[in-house]
């Protein structure tokens, strides 16, 4: 770090500010307008204080929804998102962490062939692959349903590609080790492998949780019941009236609910981050 | 306790390369076997078949006469010391010297029982809570030493135990891997490729080259009379001066020196002198580096009419080069003539080709 002197360094904390500025400014915004009445945003009169109706707007988003477009409780669709969020993520890692375990650990028939064929799969997103998914999920009844919501986006390629890349650094002697101490394929992955694994796990939760939370396109197309809907894609519905007032604090409630899952997310895993960046295990 | 027996072992890998070309050893109960060699001799990788941590492509490894080559490595009763130690980073010290005994359901109350007194053994009573990471080198190691004499098995094995240990330590360590060994009379196999571990520890020392035994024997043995040029370079730091007997001065100072083509001399048996030893060897030097050790100084000269080059194998000394012990720290000046004298009974003499000792 170098300190600057006097002018240059209010500058330096100046650009700064302006920086934090614009990225702050519409969240703000977005909390100012959730407590608000919505006549007078409608009118393009929004204040930018705070106003008076917070405590009513975040109940009538959470336990009742808007009073046109969607009429879901957004703590309803919170619980969809969440529980669609958790089984991508947790899915994701226990799918990919056995495959690379296999493909590491294991030499059978068509080993290469089977991991170049993962690898593949990283060219194919959902987008790109969505009418034959659709199709499949259909097919096995599994619309508006949570099956349908999270198993397309369950294998993963990249999670499969870093656990390989992990195990690759874990020491061929402690496999032997464990060998000579008794502990068969299960064992060796249960009681050595996993725990080592345990801060890389951590951190593609994190990235795989917030995957999930703001997928958008998929639950679109699955579901069509509004119990199922999730949260990014009532957010879109609400905005969408046909013949009513668009309820902006809603919205805007409904949008900062939805930032807050992975904010909490993100700053209860750095401290696991961080302790396992700390305590490199050697 | 038990014996280990190797009938001519060998190991092809897929690619045809021979890493292991038939090995015999028969190392008894509660003897103490090194393996020497250097680097790519297959030292390491005969052991690890004893292990089972590598398939056995030909012959057969007997481990209390029991032929184990299609035993699983947990049910061979082994139990090895790795370079790295590969101790398990997310258990504690006591976790790591009880998993196998766990893995093999014994009680916990054995368990304890058992790895405290191996940590009372080995000193590393106050650390049982803590984790590898937290350990100095040298208690790693003694960790390692630890999930090994836990297990109680009939066979210890250790693979290079001591090469990541800085020197005073290796040394220390050498010496309590020694005791433990006679104290527990458990036979152990050890692998190194420091010829004086190799020496220190042994009571059969097998030194390897290329895949194959060049000589088994008793340490001293082996120092006194080594089998063929290699071995005779390879044991003994610093190593056997060796020169090709040619038409040359040499080979008319030695009594009864036919069929020999190498004669070789070892540093400590030189004297500078200017007397004359009848059927020994006298070589004119002129020197050219001193090295003090301070019990003992060696003298590095070079002889005149040899030609110079460079050493056909590492370790050993390029041709024209000799090296001389002199007790003390005195010795000749750099560029000093001097005359180096050995008697007939401290000359090794071996065939032309080196892979065979003539009588002497």
């Known amino acids: 770090m170098v300190e600057e002197e006097g002018f240059q360094r209010y500058l330096a904390h100046v650009i700064l500010w302006i920086g934090i500025a614009i990225v702050a400014f519409p969240v703000y915004l977005a909390i100012v307008a959730s407590t608000q009445d919505n006549a007078v945003i409608a009118n393009g009169q929004m204040s930018l204080l705070p106003g008076g109706h917070f405590l009513e707007t975040y109940y009538q988003t959470l336990f009742v929804g808007t009073s046109g477009s969607t009429r879901e409780p957004v703590l309803n669709m919170m619980l969809n998102s969440l529980v669609m969020a958790l089984l991508?993520?947790?899915?994701?890692?226990?799918?990919?962490?056995?495959?690379?375990?296999?493909?590491?650990?294991?030499?059978?028939?068509?080993?290469?062939?089977?991991?170049?064929?993962?690898?593949?799969?990283?060219?194919?997103?959902?987008?790109?692959?969505?009418?034959?998914?659709?199709?499949?999920v259909a097919d096995l009844h599994l619309l508006d349903s949570y099956a349908g919501l999270s198993l397309p986006l369950i294998a993963s390629a990249t999670a499969t590609l870093l656990f390989r890349q992990f195990f690759m650094t874990v020491p061929d002697e402690l496999l032997e080790a464990s060998r000579i101490d008794g502990a068969g394929p299960f064992r060796f992955f249960w009681d050595t492998l996993l725990p080592l694994s345990r801060t890389n796990m951590a951190a593609l939760f994190v990235i795989l949780f917030i995957l999930g939370w703001n997928q958008y396109l998929w639950p679109l197309l699955i579901t069509t019941r509004d119990d199922m809907q999730t949260i990014?894609?009532?957010?879109?519905?609400?905005?969408?009236?046909?013949?009513?007032?668009?309820?902006?604090?809603?919205?805007?409630?409904?949008?900062?609910?939805?930032?807050?899952?992975?904010?909490?997310v993100?700053?209860?895993?750095?401290?696991?981050?961080?302790?396992?960046?700390?305590?490199?295990e050697k | 306790m038990a014996n280990v027996t190797l009938r001519s072992v060998r190991k092809t890998y897929p690619g045809g390369f021979e890493a292991i070309k038939g090995v015999d050893v028969d190392v008894g109960d509660g003897q103490f076997?090194?393996?020497?060699?250097?680097?790519?001799?297959?030292?390491?990788?005969?052991?690890?078949?004893?292990?089972?941590?590598?398939?056995?492509?030909?012959?057969?490894?007997?481990?209390?006469?029991?032929?184990?080559?299609?035993?699983?490595?947990?049910?061979?009763?082994?139990?090895?010391?790795?370079?790295?130690?590969?101790?398990?980073?997310?258990?504690?010290?006591?976790?790591?010297?009880?998993?196998?005994?766990?893995?093999?359901?014994?009680?916990?109350?054995?368990?304890?029982?058992?790895?405290?007194?191996?940590?009372?053994?080995?000193?590393?009573?106050?650390?049982?809570?803590?984790?590898?990471?937290?350990?100095?080198?040298?208690?790693?190691?003694?960790?390692?030493?630890?999930?090994?004499?836990?297990?109680?098995?009939?066979?210890?094995?250790?693979?290079?135990?001591?090469s990541n240990l800085d020197a005073k330590l290796r040394i220390a360590m050498r010496v309590e891997i020694r005791k433990l060994q006679r104290r527990l009379n458990t036979t152990s196999i050890y692998v190194t490729h420091d010829q004086l571990e190799a020496m220190t520890l042994a009571d059969i020392l097998v030194v390897m080259n290329g895949g194959q035994v060049e000589?088994?024997?008793?340490?001293?043995?082996?120092?006194?009379?080594?089998?063929?040029?290699?071995?005779?370079?390879?044991?003994?730091?610093?190593?056997?001066?060796?020169?090709?007997?040619?038409?040359?001065?040499?080979?008319?100072?030695?009594?009864?020196?036919?069929?020999?083509?190498?004669?070789?001399?070892?540093?400590?048996?030189?004297?500078?002198?200017?007397?004359?030893?009848?059927?020994?060897?006298?070589l004119g030097l002129t020197v050219e580096a001193i090295e003090h050790v301070g019990a003992e100084t060696f003298v590095y000269g070079s002889r005149q009419r040899e030609e110079q080059g460079v050493a056909a194998n590492p370790g050993e000394l390029p041709p024209g080069e000799v090296i001389v012990r002199v007790p003390g720290a005195t010795g000749p000046a750099i560029g000093e003539r001097i005359r180096a004298v050995a008697p007939r009974d401290k000359l090794h003499l071996f065939t032309a080709d080196g892979r065979k000792r003539v009588a002497g």
């Open chain 2, 215 to 282: 000589q088994i024997g008793n340490p001293l043995d082996i120092y006194q009379k080594p089998a063929t040029t290699f071995v005779a370079s390879f044991i003994g730091a610093p190593p056997m001066n060796l020169m090709p007997l040619r038409s040359d001065e040499l080979t008319s100072q030695i009594a009864g020196a036919d069929g020999a083509g190498i004669v070789g001399i070892r540093p400590e048996d030189f004297v500078i002198s200017s007397e004359t030893v009848s059927g020994g060897v006298a």
């Open chain 2, 33 to 162: 076997c090194v393996l020497v060699g250097p680097s790519g001799c297959g030292k390491s990788t005969l052991l690890r078949m004893v292990a089972g941590l590598e398939t056995i492509t030909g012959g057969e490894i007997d481990i209390g006469g029991r032929v184990v080559n299609q035993v699983e490595p947990a049910d061979r009763d082994i139990a090895m010391v790795f370079q790295n130690y590969a101790l398990y980073p997310h258990m504690s010290v006591y976790n790591n010297m009880a998993y196998g005994l766990r893995n093999r359901g014994m009680a916990e109350a054995e368990i304890k029982t058992r790895v405290e007194e191996a940590a009372r053994v080995l000193e590393l009573s106050p650390m049982l809570e803590r984790k590898p990471r937290q350990l100095s080198g040298g208690q790693r190691q003694r960790v390692a030493m630890g999930r090994a004499i836990v297990r109680q098995p009939k066979v210890f094995l250790f693979d290079e135990p001591l």
């Open chain 1, 88 to 136: 991508i993520a947790v899915g994701k890692i226990a799918i990919s962490i056995i495959s690379a375990y296999a493909i590491v650990y294991f030499r059978f028939p068509f080993r290469m062939a089977i991991f170049w064929i993962i690898f593949i799969t990283l060219m194919l997103p959902v987008e790109v692959r969505i009418y034959p998914t659709y199709k499949i």
């Open chain 1, 266 to 280: 993100v700053v209860v895993m750095q401290k696991l981050f961080v302790r396992g960046l700390v305590e490199t």
């Open chain 1, 232 to 264: 990014q894609v009532g957010i879109r519905k609400m905005i969408t009236t046909t013949d009513a007032l668009t309820e902006w604090p809603v919205v805007m409630a409904t949008a900062l609910l939805a930032m807050l899952p992975p904010v909490f």
